[in-house]
């Protein structure tokens, strides 16, 4: 938390003061109490209260004073705001290796559960595409705001051989580039999820550098454990997952990077993206907060000292 203007915390002086005030009067009327010798009259005169009842309106009020301050002093924060616009682009793997059982069933049904859980938590008035690839990326859906597009490309994925994660970057950066000719339009996240090294076609520095060139962040997660196995022609062949090549793409192009190695962890993983895509941070100033709160103090210093200290006639 920060203060527009600091300079109004100078009134926190006097009420410091007030403060000690009343700690100083009631340390003066604790010790007339002691010095007053017959105390069987003093019981009838000034029958005992609780003795915390009789601080609580004092303290509410000094609290009054105390927020009204800070709320002059005009105090902002980083808040998260939705953003109004975006376009998100999914780059999914779908080589052969994501059919490895490591991840129960499968890589490849776990992570599409996963992404189609991903899509459904986004905003809907944001631009989504999706890209697959394996050997080579294409772009099955443009980005759109027709979700049910994406849901229908998604259920039709199959897997095949090889992994292209720099020509998928490529791919969505160019279906990226297509959205719109505004002057400034929305801002851009491209979201890949792979489980292997990148095989062929562009290299990964190459894909980053030209993502970082365009401003449009790839958030890279490697999804899959070290000991993952699939079968192809009657063997049993490894296919662990390669984070270091992902991090690498993830922090060439000014995105973040994360590891799953289930599919609930995958879907954590989705939904924190989701949230850092969603919205974005903005500083705004929260004085009406310490003003309500001041309000509520005194409001409590009012209803403290009718309910305890009132005499009726």
């Known amino acids: 938390m920060t203060l527009i203007s600091p300079v109004w915390l100078w009134l926190l002086v006097p009420v410091a003061l007030l403060a000690l005030a009343y700690v100083l009067m009631s340390v ?17 005169v000034a029958p005992r209260r609780p003795r915390w009842r009789r601080h609580v309106p004092a303290g509410a009020l000094l609290g009054m004073f105390a927020l009204l301050v800070v709320g002059f002093a005009r105090p902002t924060a980083e808040v998260q705001v939705p953003r109004e616009r975006a376009t998100i682009m999914v780059a999914f793997d779908v080589s052969a290796s994501m059919g490895a059982t490591d991840v129960a069933p499968d890589r490849f049904t776990a992570a599409r559960a996963a992404a189609t859980q991903f899509v459904r938590g986004l905003p809907e008035r944001f631009n989504l595409g999706l890209v697959t690839f394996s050997s080579e990326a294409s772009v099955a859906v443009p980005p759109t705001t027709d979700r049910q597009a994406v849901f229908t490309a998604l259920e039709r994925l199959t897997t095949s051989s090889g992994t292209a994660i720099g020509d998928a970057v490529h791919s969505s950066l160019e279906a990226i580039a297509g959205v719109d000719g505004e002057a400034e339009p929305p801002p851009a996240h491209i979201v890949l999820l792979s489980d292997g090294s990148n095989t062929t076609g562009r290299g990964i520095r190459e894909a980053a550098e030209q993502a970082a060139a365009r401003g449009v962040p ?7 454990t070290p000991g993952g196995t699939v079968e192809l022609q009657g063997s ?14 993830a922090g060439a192009a000014g995105g973040g990077f994360y590891e799953a190695a289930s599919g609930d962890e995958l879907q954590a993983v989705y939904e924190d993206i989701g949230t850092s895509v969603g919205y974005r941070t903005e500083r705004q100033e929260i004085w009406m907060w310490f003003v309500a709160a001041g309000l509520v103090a005194a409001l409590l210093a009012a209803v403290g000292s009718m309910i305890w200290f009132s005499r009726l006639p």
């Open 28 to 44: 003066r009327r604790s010790a007339y109490a002691v010095r007053f010798t017959n105390l069987d009259l003093l019981d009838k």
């Open 218 to 224: 790839v958030t890279a997660i490697a999804y899959g």
């Open 236 to 249: 049993r062949v490894p296919v662990p997952v390669d984070g270091p090549a992902l991090r690498e793409l």
